[in-house]
Structures are given as structure tokens and as C-alpha cells.
């Protein structure tokens, strides 16, 4: 269009698409404004919503306050209502901070805020008499200067307008909003009534939390642990944990981040930069939706506290608790109870830490296999209330898991052998634990089995009883045994048993004859040996080894025999004289 050689026509073509452009930007500037607008009028509705919602919970606790049928629901409700009042007192200080800030800001716009009538800003003014937590009602659609921006960022980061380091109302905001998260979490945590010894109400001083300034955070996950682990070093009880870290989440922003490639960008700085009027009120009023739906949330949470209705229930079933495993004559408890559930909102159950998938009827089914001993089994279970917020519980179960066995006896051969190792197995079968007790016997664990050993000959008694879960001995049965010395053992040279013919081997041993099986070892201490038919004097040695006897077997003639006298030493420290006979 600039150019020398063009026609005035083509200047004049120029010239329109040039208009044209510019009249489409302006429609495009005030399309986004009035979206601003509308936006704006929305969050408003969304805020009155909001103190409804926490307003019609503090009015069911005043209800429950007033309440002559119950009187100590009713004392707990008044109590309760002291809480909801701190709520109210901490939220309608934020909600006003922040509508000073919005007027503020048309104000420096040049706006006519007492304009009245038709061409009214604000609709409803503040009141902080009678609906202190609802915010000022406007309507955007009468502010002039929709697309100023300068005025709302002097106002929001100072007059250095620096987004990395603002100093106006904004910060004055951003601070309000810690307060308001660290003051509403921990109010939830230590609030909750108890009833001391005397009957006296009183907020239980030993639940807490000391709610940490949690602004850096990579994701909502780590957010999670973040708040998690806040809440894992205070002493939060069960019932608040959950909606203690809703709110918490709920309230907390991202301090500094980065905008197109500007790192350490302020909170109030990425909200308020270049943001004309109304998209900078819109954002206020968004803040103001999150501190009315948190006041919302703890206001139903309190009001939970003393009953009736946080949680919706269409469905009844009776439940019958009793010990999985019964034994004759012990006692136990049986529990029955009702249980109420909702069929249209399925609990969230977990074993070790995995989701499990077959839910109905209000309760997790697992098919799980008997593994050996004391099974403990462990998970959580959810179930979401009427705002929608999950509260979760821990459960435990212990299976104890037994072995299929029976019993087969022959009692005349109860025989206990003295000085020896007696292996005894011993199973209280439905117990948890098994304990084998005796007389005249001293008893020591070894594996899976018992060591047992009579103190002398005669009789001796064994008794086996299981311990329960809570310690209580129950005696099972008692058993006599005959306690008898081990039988002596027969000498062996190498393989062959007394009576036997003489070997190549250059050993004597002594052992049990065959038949008897028991796994007791006999030591040949020392020995002499003799040869019949032949004039040598007798042979004598330590420990087995009689290799001098093997010379002279060689020199016998066939039928002459050879005779060994051994002293040996029974298990039971007791030495006696064998001796043994062995022909060539």
C-alpha cells in the first residue's frame, strides 16, 4: 500500500483490508471479553451454591443443638456449632479480603461502582452482618473498560508490576490463602468432642496436625504423598484424614513455575499478568469458589460427627462374626450385627495394596488358597459419601491355617527309652500353638518335633495342650509311657553279626540287632580278642580297629573260631561287656 508505483485504487483496496482487519480484531477482543463476563457469572452462581451447601449443614446441627429427644447428641451438636463458627469467622475475613480487592480494581479503572439502577456494577453488596461468607454480586456487562489491564496489574503485583517478585494486593491474597489452608485443616484435626470422666464435653487434645507449606510440587501425585506424609507425622484420626487432604489439595497452588519459557514466574504473576479487568475479577471469584467449597466441605465433615445421613444406605444385610477355627469345650464369642450398604455406590477394596475387582453387595469377594500357619491378611475399604469424598478404613483378618490329620494309637507300645533322644511330634490341631509338657522327662524343641528324655526307668507322662490367640493354655490330652533302659546292642566284625563267619574287614562295631529302629549309637570303647586251637596269648586294642586280630584269622584252620570281648558305651553313658563269636 506504501509503495510508489500503485493506482489510487489499489491504495484504496489496501486501505480497506487494512480496516477490515482491524474491525475483525476488535470483534475478536470483545468476543473474549464478554466470554470473561459470562465465565465470571457463572463462578458467582457456583459461589451462592457453595454457602448453601455449608449452610444447610450448620443449620442441620443447629436443628440437632435444639433437639430435646436426645440430649447428649444435642449438648455434642452445640459444641460442634463453636467449630462451624471459627469456620465462618476464617472464610468471611477471605471472602471480604478479596472483595475489597475486586472493587479496588474497578475503582482504579475508572469505574462508576455506586452506579445504581440499570447500569449497576454491584448487584449486591456486601453483607456482613447477615451472609457474611457470600461474596458481592456484580455484573460485568456494565464495566466500561473491560480491556484495561494496567490498573489491575498495579493493583494485584504492586506498581513495579514484577511477576516474580509482586508486592501488591495479590501477595496480600496469596498469604490469606495459606492461612486460610494451614487455619481450616487443622481446626478439622483437633475438633473432634470426646466425653472425659466426669461427662464433660471436651475437644480431645490428642489429635492433630500441624499443617506444613506445601507450594512445590511436580504433579498432583506428588502433591499426594506430600500432604501424606504431613499427615503421617502429625496424629490425624481415621475419620479425618481423607477430607483433611481434600481440602488441603483443594487449597493449594503451584507458588512459581514457568511461563513461556519465563522461569520462577509468582503464583500472582502467571494469574494476573496483562489479565484486563474482568478475566482479573473472574479469577478472584474463582478463588473465592475454592475457599467456600473447602468452608463447604468442612462444615459437612463437623456436621458427620454427630450422625444421621453423611453417608446414603439402600440395603440391609445381617452379619454373624465368630472364630474361624472352634475346638470341643472352648469357649468363644459370636457377634451378630446389621450391615447397611449402598447398591448404587460400590466400596473400594484393596489386599496388599492391590485393587481387588469382584465387588457386589457392598463387600469385596477374594478367592484366596490355604497357605500354612497363621495366615494374616490385611487391606482397606471405601466407601464414598454424600459430597462424594472417599473415607477409607484398614481391615485385618488372621486365618489359621491347619493341617488335615488324624490319629492312630497302640498303646502298649508307649515306650520311652531312657538316655536316649526320643523324637516325638506333638500337634494341637485348631491351636495357634502347641505345647507338650511331661513328668520325669526334661523336653527340648528341635525342628518341627520334640526331644524327650526320661530322667529314670518306670513310667513318665506326656501332656499336650494349644494356647489361643489370647493366651489361654487349654489342656488337650495326657499320655502314660513305659520308660525303659535301651536294649544292648550285638557286636559286628565289618558286616557280619555275631555267630557269623570271620571277614577281610579290620573292624568291630557295635549296633542294634535288626528289628529294632531306633537310631542309637553304641562306641566300642576297647577289646581283646582270643583264637580256640591255637597256643597265642590274647590280643588287645582301643576303639574298633583290630587289624592285628585280621593276621591271626589268617593263620586258623577251617572251623576254628575267634572270640572278641568288647567294652562299649550305650547312649545313655552306661558300659557294658559284649562279646562275639565269629568261625572260619
Known amino acids: 500500500m506504501a509503495g510508489g508505483k500503485e493506482t489510487p485504487r489499489q491504495k484504496m483496496i489496501g486501505m480497506m483490508y487494512l480496516v477490515l482487519t482491524a474491525l475483525l480484531a476488535l470483534n475478536v477482543s470483545k468476543s473474549i471479553l464478554d466470554a470473561f463476563v459470562a465465565i465470571e457469572e457463572n463462578i ?18 443447629v436443628e440437632i443443638s435444639v433437639d430435646k429427644s436426645n440430649k447428649v447428641r444435642a449438648a455434642k451438636a ?40 440499570d447500569l449497576a456494577i454491584i448487584t449486591t453488596p456486601y453483607d456482613a452482618k447477615n451472609a457474611p461468607c457470600t461474596p458481592i454480586r456484580m455484573n460485568l456487562d456494565h464495566v466500561e473498560g473491560k480491556d484495561k489491564y494496567d490498573d489491575p496489574m498495579r493493583v494485584m503485583l504492586g506498581a513495579a508490576t514484577d511477576i516474580k517478585k509482586p508486592k501488591g494486593r495479590g501477595m496480600e491474597i496469596w498469604k490469606s490463602l495459606l492461612g486460610f489452608r494451614k487455619g481450616l485443616t487443622e481446626i478439622i484435626a483437633s475438633s473432634r468432642i470426646i466425653t472425659d470422666k466426669s461427662g464433660q464435653l471436651k475437644f480431645d487434645s490428642q489429635f492433630y496436625f500441624k499443617a506444613p507449606e506445601l507450594n512445590k510440587f511436580k504433579n498432583p501425585q506428588d502433591l499426594n504423598n506430600q500432604i501424606q506424609k504431613a499427615v503421617v507425622a502429625s496424629n490425624v484420626s481415621v475419620d479425618d484424614k ?13 507458588e512459581f513455575s514457568t511461563v513461556h519459557e519465563v522461569e520462577n514466574v509468582h503464583w500472582v504473576g502467571k494469574t494476573f499478568d496483562h ?21 463447604a466441605a468442612a462444615i459437612a465433615h463437623v456436621r458427620s460427627r454427630v450422625g444421621g445421613g453423611d453417608f446414603t444406605f439402600n440395603e440391609i444385610m445381617p452379619l454373624a462374626i465368630a472364630p474361624d477355627v472352634v475346638n470341643e469345650g472352648e469357649d468363644f464369642d459370636l457377634e451378630v450385627l446389621m ?17 481387588v475387582s469382584d465387588v457386589r453387595d457392598g463387600k469385596g469377594i477374594l478367592s484366596l488358597k490355604g497357605g500354612s500357619g497363621l495366615m494374616e491378611l490385611k487391606g482397606t475399604i471405601a466407601v464414598q459419601n454424600r459430597q462424594g469424598v472417599w473415607k477409607e ?39 495357634p500353638n502347641t505345647n507338650l509338657t511331661g513328668t520325669n522327662v526334661s523336653i527340648s524343641k528341635r525342628g518341627n518335633g520334640y526331644v524327650v528324655r526320661p530322667n529314670s526307668t518306670g513310667t513318665a507322662t506326656l501332656n499336650i495342650s494349644g494356647t489361643t490367640k489370647d493366651g489361654k493354655t487349654v489342656p488337650l490330652k495326657r499320655m502314660q509311657f513305659k520308660v525303659k533302659r535301651l536294649p544292648s546292642a550285638e557286636l559286628y566284625w565289618g558286616g557280619q553279626r555275631q555267630g ?71 547312649p545313655d553313658g552306661v558300659t557294658e561287656t559284649l562279646i562275639g563269636v565269629w568261625t572260619k
Not at 459461589?47 to 451447601?53: K, L, Q, S, W
Not at 450391615?339 to 485393587?355: I, S
Open 44 to 61: 458467582q452462581k457456583a459461589n451462592i451454591t457453595e454457602v448453601f451447601r455449608g449452610d444447610d449443614k450448620r443449620a442441620e446441627l
Open 78 to 117: 452445640k459444641k460442634y456449632l463453636e467449630v462451624v463458627a471459627d469456620i465462618d469467622k476464617m472464610t468471611a475475613e477471605r471472602i471480604q479480603l478479596i472483595d475489597k480487592v475486586k472493587i479496588q480494581i474497578l475503582e482504579e479503572c475508572g469505574e462508576d461502582i455506586k452506579a445504581k439502577g
Open 242 to 254: 481423607d477430607v483433611l487432604m481434600e481440602i488441603y489439595r483443594s487449597l493449594s497452588k503451584e
Open 275 to 295: 489479565a484486563p479487568s474482568v478475566a482479573a475479577i473472574a479469577s478472584l471469584s474463582s478463588l473465592q469458589r475454592d475457599i467456600l467449597s473447602a468452608r
Open 339 to 355: 450391615a447397611a450398604y449402598d447398591t448404587d455406590k460400590k466400596p473400594r477394596v484393596t489386599m496388599n495394596g492391590e485393587l
Open 393 to 431: 478404613r484398614e481391615w485385618t483378618k488372621s486365618v489359621m491355617v491347619m493341617k488335615p490329620s488324624g490319629s492312630i494309637e497302640m498303646p502298649e507300645f508307649n515306650v520311652l527309652y531312657k538316655g536316649y533322644d526320643n523324637i516325638v511330634n506333638a500337634t494341637a490341631s485348631g491351636y
Open 500 to 570: 557269623g563267619t570271620i571277614n577281610g574287614a579290620n573292624v568291630v562295631i557295635a549296633k542294634l540287632a535288626p528289628g529294632i529302629p531306633l537310631n542309637a549309637k553304641y562306641t566300642v570303647e576297647s577289646w581283646t580278642a582270643t583264637a580256640t586251637g591255637m597256643k597265642t596269648a590274647p590280643l588287645s586294642g582301643q576303639n574298633g580297629n583290630i587289624a592285628s586280630v585280621r593276621q591271626i584269622a589268617n593263620l586258623l584252620q577251617r572251623g576254628q573260631q575267634i572270640v572278641i570281648t568288647a567294652k562299649v558305651k550305650r
